[in-house]
């Protein structure tokens, strides 16, 4: 303990501005220019995600997308057997349900009074649900059938080119907070909690299910998959508004309900029968999963004057205004010491790096460009940054103590959400990025190009491939927590006219005597 006490004074500190080194500091002890501009995405890897969307969004800034959705429908258990003849079985109704995010709370006389979660906007769409022709793979031929097949956000066109029967049409859909009922007369009152519940024809499922019983098609579900390959939902919008659905599909399914000649006996040996005389009927269900292979589709109508803006960014001087948007729209690239600040011949990190500061805090702000960004509805609370070339979260998200916390907070130490205005409109983005900086300067980590995206959950921090890369050396892959969201915003950048607004790295550190 000697040895290293007398170790610990080989180099003394001392604090610029402040005594403390963990204070909330308000002023900076000095600033470093940084270099920011904003790319197109691309078509990004859009199975495997953990939610999925749906929906028309229609954006002030970037235009309207579309978002549809093709899932295989996977028999919850193999060689289904439905009532026996004998007993008259009759399929009664077939009813799709695919929930929304939803929480619920009884009203005075105890019946749910649901809130709906992750729907943005609220103008009608036309919802059209298709039976699809397009057999969805596991596995990738091109590899020999060795890696998972991946599925890209652009294959809108060869989805819908191999569409079969129209299953379900809503001309004027919009998501409601009231539950569905559906009526099997003498039956049952079949109740649904919100969500896209749709009744299915019956011919349908009595043609390609209920006759195919003890054929080879409802043997397993690797011949069912490929038998019924599953559903196509599509959505357009209505003079060019909707709204669009962020849903789970963990507990979306497919219901058939079907029933049939109660096989209870009476005293006298008779099946059971109601008032009527009539023999009893029971009502029985069978139940198809979404479980399979899902993706999403991102049709976008770009606001022509935001494609002519980005197409002009100049990677090697930044931009007056920055953007960024979910999906596989638009990210911004963020590249921190690239430039010789002090104008003596040295470039700022290895400047830096020679000095040794040690870094107490490290922030970006991100201003929001309120001249661009008008509604504050369809601010995104959330950005995340990560490492372009590795595909990785900085090291100030592993350290973040609000981890724990519900999605839309955590991680807030990082990835600061959005702060309003009394007005409710957004003022800016603290993103702070002390363990990283630090890591540069005094761990020569490596100074690699940073990516802004929009995060609909930045504790999803899962990647998924873009079908091309963004940037020569990497950012080759997206988070998942983008690929979901619809929001976005525009930002000022590093060479905007609001001298005060502009993007610059802002460093408290402490200097070694």
């Known amino acids: 303990m000697l040895i290293l006490g007398f170790a610990s004074c080989d180099e003394d500190f001392s604090t610029l501005d402040t005594a403390i080194i963990d204070q909330n500091f308000s002023t900076p002890d000095t600033v470093f220019s940084v270099r920011a501009y904003s790319t197109f995405i691309g078509p990004v890897q859009s199975n495997n995600q953990l939610s999925y969307k749906l929906g028309i969004y229609d954006d002030p800034i970037f235009g309207t997308h579309a978002a549809n959705y093709l899932t ?3 028999l919850s258990n193999n060689n289904p057997v439905f009532s026996v003849d004998t007993l008259n079985p009759v399929l009664e109704k077939i009813v799709l349900s695919m929930p929304f995010y939803s929480t619920s709370e009884d009203d005075e006389d105890g019946n749910p009074v649901y809130t709906l979660d992750s729907i943005f906007g609220d103008q009608p769409m036309h919802l059209s649900v298709y039976e699809s022709n397009y057999f969805l793979r596991d596995f990738d031929p091109l590899t020999g059938f060795e890696s998972p097949q991946k599925y ?8 819908e080119s191999q569409l079969g029967t129209l299953l379900a049409e809503v001309p004027e859909f919009i998501a409601s907070a009231e539950a569905s009922e559906f009526i099997i007369e003498d039956l049952d009152t079949l109740s649904f ?6 009744e299915l024809p019956v011919a349908f499922f009595e043609e390609k299910i209920w006759d195919q019983q003890n ?12 038998y019924f390959r599953g559903l196509y939902f599509k959505t357009e919008a209505i003079d060019g508004q909707g709204h ?3 849903f789970d599909p963990t507990n979306a399914r497919i219901t058939m309900y079907y029933s049939a000649e109660t096989s209870i006996l009476d005293d006298s040996g008779n099946q059971t029968s109601n ?6 009927r029971l009502l029985f269900s069978y139940e198809f999963t979404f479980a399979g292979i899902k993706v999403n589709t991102f049709d976008h109508q770009w606001n022509p004057s935001l494609e002519a803006e980005i197409a002009l960014s100049d990677p090697a001087q930044g931009a007056e205004r920055l953007y960024v948007d979910g999906n596989d729209g638009v990210a911004t690239i963020v590249e921190l010491f690239q ?3 002090n104008q003596n011949g040295l470039n700022d990190l290895d400047e830096l790096r020679a000095e040794g500061w040690l870094i107490n805090e490290a922030n970006l702000i991100f201003y929001v460009d309120q001249d661009q960004a008008t509604n504050p509805n369809k601010e995104p609370e959330r950005l995340l940054i990560f490492d372009t070339k590795n595909s990785t979260i900085l090291a100030d998200y592993s350290i973040d103590l609000t981890s724990n916390l519900t999605p839309i907070d955590a991680i807030s130490e990082h990835l600061g959400r ?5 007005d409710g409109s957004g003022q800016y983005y603290k993103i702070k990025l002390t363990a990283h900086v630090s890591n540069l300067i005094n761990r020569d980590s490596t100074n690699v190009s940073l990516g802004l995206v929009v995060s609909q959950n930045v504790s999803y921090v899962g990647f998924f491939d873009l079908e091309t890369p963004v940037l020569e050396q990497g950012f080759d892959k997206l988070p998942g927590g983008a690929v979901v969201a619809p929001q976005g915003t525009a930002l000022h950048g590093n060479l905007s006219n609001d001298l005060d607004k502009r993007l610059k790295l802002e460093l408290y550190y402490t200097k070694p005597e």
């Open 72 to 74: 295989q429908v996977v």
């Open 339 to 341: 430039g010789d600040d």
């Open 215 to 226: 054929q080879d098609v409802l043997l397993n579900n690797n011949n069912f998959k490929n």
């Open 193 to 198: 909690i919100p969500g896209i519940n749709l």
């Open 275 to 280: 008032d009527d005389g009539e023999i009893d």
């Open 418 to 422: 959005l702060e309003r205005g009394e």
């Open 244 to 246: 669009q659905i962020i």
């Open 152 to 159: 890209y956000s652009d294959q809108q066109d060869i989805f």
